[in-house]
């Protein structure tokens, strides 16, 4: 099984992985982070994550880490 963690207080809100994701389980939250911005989530209830990487691969600012079992 593979998760992902997103670290909020590096995410600029840009979206870029949210598009990326090939099973669309990252979106944007409605909250806003210490940076002013809507930081990306993750939600596992949305599919199965392959830890394929492509999300942490896209983020410019090295906010996602990938972890694989
Ligand atoms: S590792 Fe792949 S499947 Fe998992 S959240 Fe990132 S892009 Fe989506
Ligand atoms: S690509 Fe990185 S900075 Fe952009 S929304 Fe996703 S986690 Fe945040």
């Given at each position: 099984m593979s998760t992902?963690?997103?670290d909020?207080?590096?995410?600029k809100g840009c979206g870029l992985c949210t598009?990326?994701?090939?099973k669309g389980?990252?979106?944007?939250?409605?909250k806003i982070n210490n940076l002013g911005y809507t930081p990306a989530k993750f939600d596992a209830s949305k599919g199965k994550?392959?830890?394929c990487a492509?999300?942490?691969?896209?983020?410019?600012?090295?906010?996602?880490?990938?972890?694989n079992e």
């Open positions: 992902i963690e997103i909020e207080l590096r995410c598009i990326t994701c090939p389980l990252i979106e944007l939250s409605d994550c392959t830890g492509l999300c942490a691969e896209i983020c410019p600012d090295v906010a996602i880490k990938v972890f």
